[in-house]
Structures are given as C-alpha cells and as structure tokens.
C-alpha cells in the first residue's frame, strides 16, 4: 500500500528515534517518552468554553479539556493562554486560543 501504511515498522517508537548525526532528546522522563521535565505545558479544565454562547438549551457551564501554554499577571491577576477545542459550529469543531482568567483552568 502506498505511503508506508501496510509495512512493519522498525520497532522504535518514534519518540526514540534520531537522525544520524543528532544527539538524542534529552528531558524524556524516566519512565519513557514523554514530555520533556522542563516542558511549561500542562494538562487542564477551561471552565466557560466559548462554545457556552452557542445559545444551547441547558444552563450547565461547558467545560473543555485543554493545554496551558503560559501564564501572565495582569491587572485583574492571572491569566493562563490555552489551548482547546470547542464546537463552535453546528457542524463541527475548531480549536480555539484565548487568555484565560486562572479562576476558569483548574488541573485535569
């Protein structure tokens, strides 16, 4: 099948794998591949998603699972820049990047 999709691979998760010539990634945690330790991004809940004004019929605040990206200090306090999907079609779905006020994110 074209394009490699009905071959075996070589075995190496892709994470594991290196140019010839390039050291390997290091920060992988000690368990496997993963995020690099020092990685700013992390896993949250964006309560008040912006597909809550998509005029639904139940009053329940829409929670999204998202990635924070960075924080910053404003004048109202904090704000996290995250990352989400949300429906803001009736048809499909868009990611969607905002500032986020820190009372809406908490940890997934």
């Excluded at 700013?40 to 004004?53: E, G, K």
Aim: hydrophobic fraction near 40%; glycine fraction near 14%.
């Amino acid at each position: 099948m074209a394009g490699g999709w009905g071959r075996q691979g070589s075995g190496v998760p892709l994470a594991e794998r290196v140019r010839p010539g390039e050291p390997a990634a290091s920060g992988a945690s000690a368990g496997g591949p993963g995020p690099p330790l020092d990685s700013p991004a992390r896993h949250c809940w964006v309560s008040d998603a912006v597909d809550a004004l998509a005029g639904r019929e139940s009053d329940a605040p829409v929670r999204r699972p998202g990635l924070l990206l960075e924080w910053r200090r404003t004048r109202d306090g904090w704000e996290g820049r995250v990352v989400y999907a949300a429906r803001v079609r009736d048809h499909g779905w868009a990611s969607v990047e905002e500032w986020v006020p820190a009372a809406l994110l908490t940890a997934l």
